[in-house]
């Protein structure tokens, strides 16, 4: 089955830890994105990448960090410089150039 | 002005009906756009990807796209309870870096 997929589902974590979120894709495809999404809200892209070994910030990137090793996947980290962690975060991929991306299930995120 | 705009809904449509959803946009360079739906505490899926002004077609929906009026629509014929998500406009623009701008999504509830 090709698809995108996202571990762990649900994750606490206590103030001033790191995380981090897994995302693994099978489809082939070149670009990876990492979203945000507050309850009630829109997705807010964190970072993103066209090609392996290179990923650029997008509007929210402060306190996040990412890397891409490999095509097939694209970690997120949380760092304890995110001030307001508590989110749903969804990884996409797609084919460079395009907006239409496959989305894994999320990961939702708690701060205790 | 956000860059892409939704009403938030809720949209209540009874079972049978048409449901008609409206996004706007800001960049006027922006060429592709695409509608996301989103069940509660789910991932968003792909349904509808539209590049030219005009109608396209796809099932019970169909995309409107105008470009001059910088608005794009969803029309979803025959609503049904299981059509009863959020929708979320995004776009592809040149002002973005050719980033996805997602709106806020607008929250449709169909009733049997």
């Known amino acids: 089955d090709g698809g995108i997929t996202q571990s762990p589902k649900y994750l606490f974590r206590k103030e001033g830890q790191n995380v981090t979120l897994s995302c693994e894709q099978n489809l082939n495809h070149d670009a990876m994105y990492w979203y945000r999404q507050d309850p009630g809200q829109g997705l807010r892209l964190i970072y993103y990448?066209?090609?392996?070994?290179?990923?650029q910030k997008g509007d929210i990137a402060e306190g996040y960090s990412v890397s891409r090793e490999k095509k097939e996947s694209f970690p997120l980290t949380v760092t304890s410089a995110q001030k307001n962690p508590t989110a749903f975060y969804l990884c996409?991929?797609?084919?460079?150039?395009?907006?239409?991306?496959?989305f894994g299930e999320g990961s939702r995120l708690t701060v205790l | 002005q956000k860059e892409v705009e939704q009403n938030s809904g809720p949209l209540s449509v009874p079972e049978g009906a048409i449901a008609s959803l409206n996004c706007t946009y800001s960049?006027?360079?922006?060429?592709?756009f695409f509608w996301y739906r989103q069940y509660s505490g789910k991932s968003p899926e792909l349904i509808m990807s539209?590049?030219?002004?005009g109608d396209k077609e796809d099932g019970r929906f169909t995309a409107q796209l105008n470009k001059a009026s910088q608005y794009v629509s969803l029309l979803i014929r025959d609503s049904q309870p299981s059509d009863s998500a959020t929708y979320l406009c995004?776009?592809?623009?040149?002002?973005?870096?050719?980033?996805?701008?997602f709106g806020g999504g607008t929250r449709v509830l169909v009733k049997p």
């Open positions: 990448s066209q090609i392996v070994n290179d990923f």
């Open positions: 539209i590049y030219s002004n």
């Open positions: 995004a776009v592809k623009g040149v002002a973005a870096g050719n980033k996805l701008t």
């Open positions: 996409a991929s797609g084919a460079r150039g395009t907006g239409e991306l496959f």
């Open positions: 960049d006027r360079g922006s060429q592709s």
